[in-house]
Every structure is written in structure tokens, then in C-alpha cells.
């Protein structure tokens, strides 16, 4: 699964959002006050605590067919019941209990939002970045998370095309 450093701040990471619940801001100012970085040598974000937060592989699953493309064509995002999903076949890091918990409370925020409430916050962040991608939403206190986007919309392609970035 990792080395032992870093397997043990995934498990920090989901127990302080989870129990402790923090925010993904709070987790990554609280491990870059430590001084602990990324696995790429980068310190944390928002972005990068939640991207932790919302893969399958802490919880010893693989997910195939995210993205497609044909030769000379475009690769695409697929929607999630175009998703192969394995579960278990990775040595888990989190708990599959604490990693539900996880996703029920990023689930949980973007519900409190009608479909014309998060379309608009994702115009005003279009409007001011002049540009998305899911890193940027991710990014951004106070958005849904891309994830919420895809859960919501079908994929973030689909809810780009609803603020006219596509």
C-alpha cells in the first residue's frame, strides 16, 4: 500500500474529516503546518486533501473507464454508470466504513444546493477564472466539489456545457 509515512496521513486525513470534521482547508493547513507534503513533493490544498478524499484506490478499489477517446478524436470523460468498478483488489488503506462516512458528508454539502444554485456558483467561478477544470472547482472554498458536479450532472463536461465553458 505505501510507505508507512504516508500511508498513516491518508488515515489522518480521513478520520480528521470524518471525526474530527474538519474541512479540507483545515486538513491541508494543518498538514502543511507540520511541514508534511504530497506525495509529489508539493504542499497540500484544498484540492489535493479532497482528490485524497474521493479515491477508491484508499479504500482497495479500481475504477476503469473514467475517460475514453478514439484515434484522432478527443479524449472524453465518461459518466459514472459507464464506470468498471473492482473492489478489493488493493491492500485497503481506510477502513470502507470510515471512507462511506467520507463521501456521505461530501455527498451531504452539495444537496443542500438546487441544480440552478450550483450551476450559478460554477458561472460566477467560470466568469472569474475564465476557465474550469476540476482542480479549480476543487480549489475554491465555499464551491460543490467537482465530484458533486459529476454525482449531479453526469460528468463535469456536461455541467461545463451548462455554463457555456464548452
Keep these: 500500500p505505501g510507505p508507512d509515512s504516508e500511508t498513516a496521513v491518508v488515515r489522518e486525513v480521513y478520520r480528521a474529516f470524518v471525526m474530527e470534521g474538519l474541512s479540507e482547508t483545515d486538513i491541508a493547513r494543518r498538514l502543511n503546518d507540520r511541514g508534511v507534503l504530497t506525495d509529489l513533493e508539493r504542499s497540500w490544498t484544498r ?3 479532497h482528490q485524497l478524499l474521493i479515491n477508491e484506490k484508499y479504500v ?3 475504477v476503469w473507464n473514467r475517460k475514453s477517446f478514439k484515434l484522432k478524436k478527443k479524449r472524453v470523460s465518461n459518466k459514472p454508470d459507464m464506470w468498471i468498478r473492482a473492489p478489493g483488489v488493493f491492500e485497503a488503506i ?3 466504513d470510515l471512507f462511506d462516512a ?6 451531504a454539502r452539495s444537496f443542500r444546493l438546487s441544480d440552478a444554485e450550483m450551476i450559478e456558483a460554477l458561472k460566477t467561478l467560470y466568469s472569474n477564472q475564465g476557465l474550469l477544470s476540476g482542480i479549480i472547482i476543487d480549489e ?5 466539489s467537482s ?16 455554463v457555456g465553458f464548452m
Excluded at 467520507?102 to 455527498?107: P, Q, Y
Excluded at 475554491?140 to 460543490?144: D, S
Design 47 to 49: 484540492g489535493t486533501v
Design 60 to 62: 482497495g478499489d479500481n
Design 94 to 96: 481506510v477502513e470502507r
Design 102 to 107: 467520507a463521501h456521505s458528508l461530501i455527498a
Design 140 to 144: 475554491c472554498e465555499g464551491m460543490p
Design 147 to 162: 465530484s458533486a458536479y459529476r454525482s449531479r450532472f453526469g460528468s463535469l463536461l456536461d455541467a461545463y456545457r451548462l
